[in-house]
């Protein structure tokens, strides 16, 4: 199928689709036919833009676009424009994707599911009823939905993960490689900042190949900047599953997946194991696992503090320790202190941080992979409250129930592959995780083919039959 023809029907789909999903707030539909008409002209030539020549792709809000509006769902942003593109989007466009619009976030992208002041709440494919997560919520909305096949995303605290779990996609959270100048929101235009700790950029696709591709392109080496660096590292990439050897970790500090996590990580360790792989149960520490989430806690109050108002840093607290009091996690006060933005604190912290990836890297080693729950459950009903979340009958805090398995991997910086792993009695997809070493990307994406032709799989949702 031409391009021209491809982009036309997925702008139709889009229209008829988006009211009822709300995945996109910025549709870019003249653009995105401009460069399919280039598209086709190219090939007609007998030439090829790029790998992904024709490819329907979405972004992030937060990511600018010249041009574009970048609000983070943030008021104080209700007009901003950006005034420049970030450089993903541009290796985007360089490699002959047509990138159809910019998706739903929420407020500062900090929340787990994806609504705010100034746009529609974002719908799950799979049941209008429940959040798509977030941040990129309404990325993999999109995607789940196949308006696009590939969405551009962040995460600092799950913000890939956690939607691509819940809306049964292939997602890859890269080792830590967010960059002050990648056009990224927060931080906050103009604040001129120059540290990212945490963050990482990555893809969101229905399939573990537009995965490969999409990693492959955004994330080449840029020697001027000196990001994307490669790195020297061995790979893990044997013929069949039954090469790999997996850990499993399935409690954080006692909290525990409900029954229907639970049972796909029961289902998947049998999977792998009858297939021939080594797999085995580990555990952390329950002080080592305090440690770290306190410490997430504090370096994402400075990481999210750093372009913001001392008033506005109060506010952010308010709204934070409200849902902190009644998590388990031990958050609040670590929390408030990265707010603080005292540099001789902040600087203790990372040190701290070295220290706690080296113990993990420990705790890790002797695996290739570990498994893990994304969230606690699957996709939850829209909660603007966030009030307590019920798991088998039983209310869990709202972040108890989205944040600590995906928070480990934020502090420790690890690249994590997310994968489809069947579906809730109710038709909820389940999403998990598996956590490779530093810089072993091509492991996990090796390991994404493999399972998929196993059957780990995108299955679409029945809005779009």
């Not at 799979?126 to 308006?147: I, K, N």
């Not at 009695?425 to 994404?448: K, N, R, V, W």
């Amino acid at each position: 199928m031409k391009s021209v023809e491809h982009i036309k029907q997925r702008l139709a789909h889009c229209q008829a689709l988006n009211p009822r999903l709300n995945a996109f707030v910025d549709m870019f539909s003249e653009q995105a036919m401009a460069q399919a008409h280039a598209c086709d002209a190219a090939l007609a030539r007998g030439e090829s833009l790029g790998p992904l020549h024709g490819t329907a792709v979405s972004v992030k809000e937060c990511f600018q676009l010249r041009g574009s509006k970048s609000t983070v769902n943030y008021p104080p942003l209700r007009n901003y424009q950006a005034e420049v593109t970030s450089p993903l989007i541009q290796r985007l466009f360089d490699a002959g994707a047509v990138v159809l619009g910019k998706t739903n976030v929420p407020a500062l992208l900090a929340d787990a599911q994806t609504f705010g002041p100034l746009y529609a709440t974002a719908n799950n494919p799979y049941d209008l009823s429940c959040t798509p997560g977030g941040s990129t919520g309404g990325g993999a909305a999109a995607v789940a939905a196949q308006l696009v096949d590939i969405e551009l995303g962040s995460d600092i605290g799950g913000s890939i993960r956690n939607p691509a779990s819940f809306c049964g996609l292939f997602g890859l959270k890269p080792t830590e490689n967010g960059h002050a100048g990648d056009g990224h929101i927060p931080p906050l235009p103009g604040s001129q900042t120059g540290i990212s700790v945490m963050n990482s950029t990555g893809p969101l696709t229905r399939t573990a190949s537009d995965l490969t591709r999409a990693y492959k392109v955004l994330f080449q080496p840029d020697w001027q900047q000196g990001t994307y660096l490669p790195v020297a590292r061995s790979q893990v990439k044997p013929a069949t599953l039954a090469g790999y050897r997996f850990g499993y970790l399935d409690t954080i500090m006692g909290l525990q997946p409900g029954s229907e996590v639970q049972r796909a990580m029961d289902t998947t360790v049998a999977d792998l194991t009858a297939r021939g792989a080594s797999v085995k149960k580990l555990s952390l520490d329950p002080q080592l696992a305090r440690e770290l989430l306190s410490l997430w806690a504090e370096l994402f109050g400075f990481m999210m503090g750093q372009s913001l108002s001392w008033p506005v840093r109060k506010v952010l607290y308010w709204r934070f320790s409200k849902l902190l009091k009644s998590s388990s996690l031990p958050a609040g006060k670590a929390l408030r202190a990265g707010l603080g933005l005292d540099l001789k604190r902040f600087s203790r912290a990372l040190s701290r941080r070295q220290e706690i990836i080296a113990e993990i890297n420990r705790c890790y080693a002797g695996v290739d992979c570990v498994i893990n729950p994304t969230a606690l459950g699957p996709a939850f009903p829209h909660n603007p409250g966030h009030k307590p979340i019920l798991l088998d009958g039983v209310p869990v805090p709202y972040v108890d129930y989205c944040f600590p398995f995906v928070m480990l991997y934020n502090l420790t910086g690890q690249p994590v592959l997310t994968v489809p792993a069947g579906q809730t009695q109710s038709g909820l997809p389940i999403g998990l995780s598996f956590a490779a070493g530093h810089h072993q990307e091509p492991t996990l994406l090796h390991l994404a083919q493999l399972l998929e032709s196993a059957g780990y799989r995108y299955h679409a949702p029945d809005i779009i039959t």
